[in-house]
């Protein structure tokens, strides 16, 4: 194994396993999710201290409605707040905030909320992190496609590069995508920004996933030959 560790700039995880985690512990779903918040507080820390500089989460897809009305409802306050209360820690560490997903069916606080969030923060420097809260990956590039319809751009001038700037948020290419708790699939999370990403799926449940398993993430990374379609540099 290559010993240099690369660290990744642009880290992606889909936060999953709450549910399980709780269950095993005989307790209940809500604590859970609180468990997987207190973590992703720490760890989200310890992630930009490695020298990673954009970190997306996703927390609640678009398809996560389709749970329980309690359930649904306690993340949502869970959210507000959150978001609220964290404004100072964010500040502390000098990252700012953006969101990525409709504001469709989520609750007036939810989005307050959000919009006071990023608001508080949009001057910070130091790292973004980017919820991505009632996402959807192919909404996103469906209304993206809305945009430049709108914006009158002419299909000679739509590239890559432009239609990336039509995105929810312009943060380019995600490098390490994580998905914790077993799991292998995207279920529709950044399909244009993981196309070039590295995976890992350890089966540590989200609240379980500590700064070792950061690491453990990171040196995986680090022994992984990206040639992005090239071919290898000898
Ligand atoms: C997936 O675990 C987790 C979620 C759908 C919610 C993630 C939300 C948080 C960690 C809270 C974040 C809070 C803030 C303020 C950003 P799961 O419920 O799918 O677990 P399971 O698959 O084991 O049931």
New binding site residues.
Partial sequence: MNNELKIPNHVAI??????????EKGMT?SE???A??E??RDLSDYIFSKGTKILS?????TE?FK?SKE?VSF?MN??V???KA?IKHFNEKNVKVVFSGRHENLPAAVIKAEEELSDATKNNTGGVVN?C?NYGGRAEIVDATKKIIKDNIDSDEITEELFSKYLYQDLGDVDLLIRT?G?ERLSNFLPWQLSYAEFYFPDT??PDFKEKDFDKALEVYSSRDRRFGGIKNK
């Fill in positions: 889909i936060v999953d396993g709450n549910g399980r985690w709780a269950k779903r859970g999710h609180l997987g918040f973590n992703l989460l996703y927390v609640f897809s996560n749970r359930e993340l869970l959210f707040s959150k978001f964290e919820f809260l708790s799991e449940y989200f």
